[in-house]
C-alpha cells in the first residue's frame, strides 16, 4: 500500500491537488533500501510523461437543510447488485425517515457515460441524489 | 556409431513409429518401396510404446534380438 | 546397441537434428531428411517424398537410407571421447551501451533492456543469501539436451539482468535449484507459472491483489523475467530452431505467469501447506502447460446468485489439453462465494470438478494430444487410458485423467468475482528459506 | 457529477474496492473533495438481509455509521474548499532528472513510470537519435490517450514524448516509426475495466522484414528485439502518456493479464501465407506498412481442442470452430494460424480467409439457452429474434467479420492459437517514417 501511495503522488490524487510536490529529486526509502549506491557519471534523462488537460474545479451544489420531506433519487450505474442495494436503502428510509420520498431509477447507456433524460428529470422533480457504483 | 551392415538383402528392417502424426503414413510408405525395390529385405512396423521422449525397452529387445537395422521416423 | 540405423526426421527440424545429434555425442550421425509436413498429406503424396529426392542433400532419399544402413563407418564416426562446450569467457569489458547491445546479440537476454550485471552488483546479490558464490545450484535442460549445471553466482548474474533487487535472490535459486526450465524445447509453445506462499509475498511486496498477474508490481515481473533469462543462460534454451520450436511461440514466456497467493483473504488453506509445508514457510511452486483464460465468458458465468461452476469449467476445459492439469486462479470473491455454496476445502471443490468435467470418448479420441500422448500409454497398459481405448464411443470419461490433476489458488483484488484457468500441470514446491 | 454541477447534492456510493479510484477519480474530474460513502464490497451476491445490515453499520474508510453520513453528504453546509472554482494543472513532475545510473533506474521504478523491470534510461542522446527517425517535429502532437474512454480525461502527448518511452523500452530508432502509429491511435494496451483485458497488435508490409521481425518460430514468444520492444513499448506508453496503468485507479483488473507486459505482437508470415496479407484485406496495398490493432479477452491454444487429431487428414477447420466454444460473442475471434494450417486449409477448399470466415461464422452455433447463462455473449436483435425459442439453434457471432485470420509461426507444428479479441482498426506505418 505505501508503494501505491507514491504511485499515486504521481497521477492525480487529492494529497497531489493540495500542492505538495509531485516527485521528490531522491526517494530516501531507495537510499535505504540499497545501502551505498555505486558511484557513477551524472546523467540527465528525459521525462517520459504524457500531458495531462487541464482540470476545472467543480463546486459542489448547496447541500439541504434537511431530507424531511424531500425526494431522493436512488440512481443505479448498472453493475451487478446495485438495484438491490439501492432497494435496501429505499427500505431504510421508510424505516428510518418516513417523510422522504424515494424514486429508483437505471442510468441509461454505459456506466460512464451520462443519460441526459434522467438529469433533466432528476433537475425537475429531484432534491438530492444518491448513486451506486460499483459492484 | 554402430558397424554398418554390407548390405540390407536377406536383413530385417525395422520401422519405428515414434508417434508423431503422419510417421505411419511414411513407414507404410516405405515399406512399400523396399518390397517393390529390395524384395529379400523383410520389413517390420512397429509404434513405440509410451510417450515419445521415452524408451520402450520392450521392443528395444525385439529388435536386438530380432532385427538388422532400424529406420525410425521423428517428428511430422 | 549395436544396430545400425537410420533416423528420418522432416526438414523442418533439420538444425535441431543435426544440433541434437551432436550434443547427444553423436556429430556425425547419419540423418535422412524427408519435406515437411506429413502430417495431413495423402500416402501418395507422402509416397513421393519416398521416391524422391531429400530436400536436404538433393541426393535420392531412399538410396541415403540404404546408404547409412550399409555404408562402412570412417574414421570421425567412430570416435569416442568428451568434448567440452564453450560458453565464452568470464568477463567481458565495454561501455554501458556497448555492453547492452553486446548481451542482446549474443542471445543473453530477452531482446529487452537489463541491468548489467557487473562485479558489484553481482556480489551485492550474492550477499541476499548464505549460500557459497562457487556453490552448485542445479542442473537444467530445455527439453530432452544433456543439462548444463550452475553456480550461485551465475545465477546471481541472470537475477542482477532482470532487474532483481538482492532480497528477491532466495527466491529465483529456488527457482533455480528446482532445475525446471521456463523454455522448453518442444514444437507445442508452452507456457509456465510460479506460485508463491508465505510471509515473504509481504516482506517483498509481492502483488496479490487488484492486477495481480500484471506488470504491476517489481517482484511479480522481475522474478518473473529471471527464470527466462536463467533457462536461456545456465539452460542453454531459448534458441529458436534450436532449442525452442514452438511454431507460434507464448508471449508468457517474457514474464512467466507470477501468481503471489492472495492467502488473507481465502477461505482455505494456501497451496503450499497442501503440498506439504508448514504455513510460515516461504515456498514457491511450478507449474507447466498452455497457457492461462479468462473464466467469465463461458456458459454458466452469468448466474449471480449461484455460479454455475459446472458448466462454466466444462465449456472452459473444452479446450484444455487432458495431457496438463487445471490451475484454477480464483478471484477472493469467487473463493468466498464458492466457500458459501459448501465447498469448504479446495480438495471437495476438486472433487467434484473431477467428477463433473467430462466428455464423451468420441471426443476424447478426436483430440490430438489423445493420438500423440494417451494412445501410446493405453499401448502400453497405463490407466486410465488403456481403459478408455476400450469404451465405446458414447462412453463418458473426465477431461482430466486423475482428481490430482487439479490445483486451485486465490489471487485477485476483488474488483469482480471472476476466476481465470490455466491449463497447467503442478511441477515441484521448493523451499525458499533453504536459500536464504 | 454532473449532477452536482445542476446543483442537486449528491451523496456517490461505492463498495470499497474502489476506493482509490473513487477518490482519484473524483478529483481528476475536478471534485477533489466529492462527499463519497463507502460500503463494505461486493454487494453483487448477498442477500437482502445483508445488504441491510452493510447499511446500519459502518462506512468502512470513515468508521462512522454509514446512513448517517449519507444524510450529512447531503445536508451538511459546504467548507470553502469544497464550493472552490477555477482550473487546475494536474503536475507530471520535473521535465528532467538528473542522478547517476542506478539512482534514476531506481527514481524511475518508484515513479511508476516503468513496467517495474529495467529500463534503457532516456538520455537527451538517445532521445534525440531516436527522433532522427522520423519527419515529425518533436512538437507535434502524436495523439490523446485515456486509461477509458469517458472515465478519465484524455491526455495529449507529443512525438518527443513519445520518443523517451521507445527509448525506455530499448527500442532502436528504426522502431520509431511504428510506435508514433501505435501513439496516433490513442489506444491504450492497459485499458481499465475490472476485467484483465489484452491488447494486440498485426504488423504488415516489408517493414517486418526492415526490422528483422520474427514471423518464424516462437515468433510470439521472447525470441526477437523488434517483437519484444515494440510490444513493451506500448505498455510503457499507456502508463505514460495517458497516466494510466496505476492499480486500483487507472488499472481495474481484479487479477490482472501477463500479457500486459509485452502485448501480443504478431507480424504476419505473408511469404508462407496462401492467402491476401492482413492489410491487403483492410484496403492497403501489399507494400505499405500497416499496423493493425485488436483488443479483447485473451488467447489459447487450439491443440487441446476437439477434431486436431482425426486422422488422416487434420480437420483444421472443425477444430477452430469448437475451440471458439468458450468465447464470448462480445468480442470476435482472432486466429493466429500457422502457415502448415493455411496450407491444409487451402488442400480444404478454403482459398480465401473470407472463405474460413464465411464457414465458421454458420457453422459456430449455440443455442439460445446456453446463450443466456453467459455473461459477455448477447442474442440476436431485430424482427428474427422474436421466434427464438431456449433451444434454437443459431450462430454465436451474427456476422462473418467477427472471425480474423493471420498467418504467423515457424511451420514446426500445424497448429494454431486463438483469441477471443475484436478488430479495431488499421493505421499507416509509413505516414510516420
Not at chain 2, 21 to 36: E, K, N, P, R, T
Amino acid at each position: 500500500m505505501n508503494r501505491r501511495n507514491l504511485l499515486g503522488l504521481l497521477g492525480m490524487s487529492p494529497v497531489a491537488l493540495a500542492g505538495m510536490p509531485a516527485l521528490a529529486a531522491t526517494d530516501k526509502k531507495t537510499d535505504t533500501k540499497k545501502g551505498a549506491a555505486p558511484a557513477g557519471p551524472i546523467l540527465e534523462v528525459l521525462n517520459p510523461r504524457g500531458t495531462p488537460p487541464p482540470i476545472t474545479l467543480i463546486p459542489m451544489a448547496k447541500r439541504l437543510d434537511t431530507l424531511n420531506g424531500k425526494t431522493i433519487y436512488l440512481v443505479s450505474d448498472g453493475f451487478p447488485g446495485a438495484d438491490a442495494f439501492l432497494n435496501q436503502i429505499s427500505i431504510w428510509f421508510k424505516k428510518n425517515m418516513p417523510s422522504v420520498t424515494t424514486v429508483y431509477r437505471l442510468k441509461a447507456g454505459g456506466f460512464a457515460d451520462d443519460d441526459p433524460k434522467l438529469m433533466a428529470e432528476i433537475k425537475d422533480k429531484g432534491n438530492a441524489v444518491i448513486m451506486a457504483i460499483g459492484h | 556409431m554402430a558397424p554398418r551392415l554390407d548390405s540390407l538383402h536377406g536383413k530385417t528392417v525395422y520401422l519405428v513409429d515414434t508417434g508423431f502424426h503422419g510417421s505411419d503414413v511414411l513407414l507404410h510408405q516405405i515399406q512399400a518401396w523396399f518390397s517393390a525395390n529390395l524384395p529379400d529385405t523383410t520389413t517390420v512396423f512397429k509404434r513405440k510404446a509410451g510417450p515419445y521422449a521415452e524408451d520402450d525397452p520392450a521392443l528395444w529387445k525385439e529388435i536386438k534380438s530380432q532385427g538388422n537395422a532400424v529406420i525410425m521416423a521423428v517428428g511430422h | 546397441m549395436g544396430i545400425p540405423s537410420a533416423p528420418l526426421v522432416t526438414k523442418a527440424f533439420k538444425d535441431l537434428a543435426i544440433l541434437n545429434a551432436a550434443k547427444r555425442g553423436m556429430p556425425h550421425e547419419r540423418i535422412c531428411f524427408t519435406p515437411h509436413p506429413i502430417w495431413g498429406k495423402t500416402p501418395e503424396e507422402v509416397r513421393a517424398y519416398v521416391e524422391g529426392p531429400d530436400p536436404v542433400t538433393g541426393k535420392p532419399l531412399m538410396k541415403e537410407v540404404v546408404d547409412a544402413l550399409t555404408v562402412p563407418l570412417s574414421e570421425e564416426d567412430k570416435k569416442s571421447g568428451t568434448v567440452s562446450v564453450s560458453t565464452g569467457p568470464a568477463t567481458f569489458t565495454d561501455t554501458a551501451d556497448n555492453l547492452q547491445e553486446f548481451y542482446l546479440n549474443n542471445g543473453y537476454t530477452d531482446f529487452l533492456p537489463i541491468i548489467l550485471p557487473t562485479e558489484e552488483r553481482v556480489d551485492r546479490m550474492m550477499r541476499a543469501t548464505s549460500h557459497k558464490p562457487d556453490e552448485v545450484v542445479g542442473k537444467m535442460a530445455a527439453g530432452a539436451y544433456p543439462p548444463w549445471s550452475y553456480s550461485v553466482r551465475q545465477v546471481a548474474a541472470s537475477a542482477v539482468m532482470a532487474g532483481c533487487r538482492p532480497e528477491y535472490f532466495p527466491i529465483v535459486l529456488a527457482i533455480a535449484s528446482s532445475g525446471m526450465a521456463s523454455l522448453f524445447s518442444s514444437t507445442n509453445s508452452f507456457a509456465f507459472a510460479m506460485v508463491i506462499n508465505g510471509p515473504i509475498r509481504d516482506k517483498l511486496e509481492f502483488n496479490y491483489g487488484i492486477g495481480a498477474l500484471g506488470p504491476f508490481a517489481q517482484p511479480n515481473a522481475t522474478i518473473g523475467r529471471a527464470w527466462t533469462l536463467l533457462s536461456k543462460n545456465l539452460g542453454n534454451g531459448g534458441i529458436p530452431g534450436d532449442t525452442y520450436l514452438g511454431s507460434l511461440g507464448n508471449n508468457l514466456n517474457y514474464n512467466n505467469v507470477v501468481i503471489a497467493e492472495h492467502e488473507d483473504a481465502s477461505p482455505w488453506v494456501p497451496l503450499h501447506v497442501q503440498k506439504g509445508f508448514k504455513r510460515e514457510e516461504n515456498v514457491v511452486s511450478l507449474f507447466r502447460g498452455l497457457g492461462v483464460v479468462p473464466g467469465q465468458v463461458a456458459r454458466g458465468s452469468s448466474a449471480n446468485e449461484n455460479v454455475q461452476f459446472d458448466s462454466q469449467m466444462s465449456d472452459l476445459f473444452s479446450t484444455f489439453t487432458g495431457f496438463f492439469g487445471a490451475l484454477i486462479i480464483a478471484d477472493p470473491l469467487v473463493a468466498a462465494r464458492l466457500k458459501e455454496q459448501g465447498y469448504d476445502t479446495k480438495e471437495k471443490l476438486i472433487d467434484w470438478l473431477y467428477k463433473n468435467t467430462t466428455q464423451t470418448v468420441k471426443d476424447y479420441k478426436s483430440r490430438n494430444y489423445a493420438y500423440l500422448f494417451d494412445y501410446p500409454r493405453a499401448l502400453r497398459g497405463d490407466e486410465p487410458w488403456a481403459t478408455w481405448y476400450k469404451l465405446p464411443d458414447d462412453a463418458v470419461v473426465p477431461h482430466f485423467p486423475h482428481a490430482s490433476d487439479f490445483n486451485i489458488v486465490v489471487a485477485g483484488g476483488q474488483t469482480n468475482a471472476y476466476p481465470q484457468a490455466g491449463n497447467l500441470s503442478y511441477g515441484v514446491s521448493v523451499s525458499i528459506d533453504k536459500w536464504m | 457529477m454532473q449532477i452536482e454541477k445542476m446543483g442537486i447534492p449528491t451523496a456517490p456510493m461505492v463498495t470499497i474496492a474502489f476506493k482509490d479510484l473513487a477518490l482519484t477519480n473524483a478529483a481528476k474530474r475536478g471534485m477533489p473533495h466529492e462527499r463519497i460513502c463507502f460500503t463494505p464490497h461486493p454487494v453483487w451476491g448477498k442477500t437482502d438481509e445483508q445488504m441491510y445490515a452493510y447499511l446500519e453499520g459502518n462506512d468502512p474508510v470513515s468508521g462512522k455509521p454509514l446512513m448517517k453520513e449519507v444524510i450529512g453528504a447531503l445536508t451538511d453546509p459546504l467548507t470553502a474548499d469544497e464550493s472552490k472554482s477555477g482550473t487546475i494543472t494536474p503536475p507530471t513532475g520535473e521535465p528532467i532528472f538528473t542522478g547517476t545510473a542506478d539512482n534514476l533506474q531506481q527514481q524511475f521504478l518508484d515513479n511508476g513510470m516503468t513496467d517495474f523491470m529495467p529500463i534503457l534510461l532516456p538520455t537527451r542522446e538517445k532521445v534525440d537519435a531516436m527522433l532522427k527517425a522520423t519527419s515529425h517535429k518533436p512538437d507535434e502532437i502524436v495523439g490523446k490517450m485515456t486509461p477509458a474512454q469517458g472515465a478519465f480525461p484524455a491526455w495529449s502527448f507529443t512525438v518527443q514524448q513519445v520518443a523517451v518511452n521507445a527509448v525506455m523500452a530499448g527500442a532502436l530508432p528504426e522502431y520509431f516509426p511504428v510506435l508514433l502509429a501505435i501513439g496516433s491511435t490513442g489506444i491504450s494496451a492497459l485499458f481499465s475495466s475490472t476485467n484483465s483485458l489484452v491488447s494486440a497488435a498485426v504488423i504488415n508490409g516489408p517493414i517486418r522484414d526492415k526490422l528483422q521481425m520474427n514471423y518464424g518460430i516462437g515468433a510470439m514468444g521472447p525470441f526477437n528485439q523488434a517483437n519484444a520492444v515494440i510490444g513493451r513499448a506500448w505498455t510503457l506508453m499507456s502508463k505514460n502518456l495517458d497516466g494510466g496503468g496505476v492499480a486500483g485507479e487507472t488499472y481495474m483488473g481484479s487479477q490482472g493479464n501477463v500479457i500486459n507486459y509485452n502485448n501480443l505482437i504478431i507480424p504476419e508470415n505473408e511469404k508462407d501465407s496462401p492467402w491476401t496479407p492482413f492489410h491487403v484485406q483492410k484496403g492497403f496495398k501489399p507494400e505499405e506498412n500497416v499496423i493493425s490493432f485488436f483488443f479483447g479477452f485473451d488467447i489459447t491454444q487450439g491443440q487441446g481442442g476437439k477434431g486436431l487429431g482425426m486422422k488422416p487428414i487434420p480437420h483444421y477447420h472443425e477444430a477452430m470452430s469448437a475451440n471458439v466454444a468458450p468465447f464470448a460473442s462480445l468480442f470476435g475471434a482472432l486466429f493466429i494460424v500457422d502457415p502448415l494450417v493455411a496450407h491444409g486449409l487451402g488442400d480444404l477448399g478454403f482459398k480465401t480467409k473470407e472463405a474460413i470466415a464465411d464457414w465458421l461464422q454458420k457453422n459456430t452455433t449455440v443455442t439460445v439457452k446456453d446463450v443466456k447463462t453467459m455473461l459477455f455473449s448477447g442474442l440476436p436483435r431485430g424482427p428474427e429474434a422474436a421466434n427464438l425459442t431456449d433451444d434454437s439453434v443459431i450462430p454465436k457471432w451474427q456476422k462473418a467479420d467477427a472471425f480474423n485470420l493471420v498467418v504467423c509461426g515457424g511451420q514446426t507444428n500445424p497448429y494454431h492459437q486463438l483469441a477471443n479479441m475484436s478488430y479495431r482498426l488499421s493505421v499507416s506505418i509509413d505516414k510516420w517514417t
